[in-house]
């Protein structure tokens, strides 16, 4: 029975350790780091992300009549609208994704930045297949977001058959 709550003991505290090891990586790794150049409030590794995952994301809707970065740049403006809380839990999020051991066991994506097409839908799909709340939860925010700022766009109106009312030029 000693051994037993031994090995119990042994195994809290080095699952504590290895938590706070990864909790506080992201200070070792840049992820409190400030806004990238031309932005207010994405992270350089935030705009890979999101940059990476808008085509796989959006898929079939995909088009490039919309640069990527000013879809992106549309996800900042809407995080930027949220409140302070919110921001902390969406900063939490890009956080997991872009720090790599949890990015990797998420979904054992590379660098995003570095990232090629395959490897980015290879590694969306492996997020969409975790049974975790977490990943259903992941999954679903970039889901809600990564479409909500592509449809906002009256350019993309188009892709999902929607004809806009008159008094809206359309850019088509």
């Not at 709340?133 to 990564?146: P, R």
């Amino acid at each position: 029975m000693d051994a037993q709550r031994r090995h119990f003991i042994k195994l809290g505290l080095g699952a504590m350790l290895g938590w706070g090891l990864v909790a506080t990586g992201g200070l070792l790794t840049g992820c409190s780091s400030a806004p990238a150049p031309g932005w207010r409030w994405l992270r350089t590794q935030d705009v890979a992300l999101l940059s990476a995952l808008f085509p796989v994301v959006l898929q079939d809707n995909w088009t490039h009549q919309i640069p990527v970065v000013t879809l992106v740049r549309d996800v900042e403006s809407f995080f930027l609208t949220t409140s302070e809380p919110g921001l902390a839990q969406i900063r939490k999020v890009l956080d997991l994704m872009t720090l790599a051991p949890s990015r990797w066991f998420l979904s054992r994506a590379p660098d995003w930045a570095t990232i090629s097409q395959p490897e980015a839908t290879t590694s969306w799909q492996f997020l969409l297949a975790g049974r975790s709340s977490t990943t259903m939860a992941i999954a679903g925010f970039f889901t809600q977001v990564l479409t909500m700022a592509w449809f906002k766009r009256p350019e993309s109106w188009l892709s999902i058959g929607y004809e806009p009312p008159q008094h809206i030029v359309s850019p088509v």
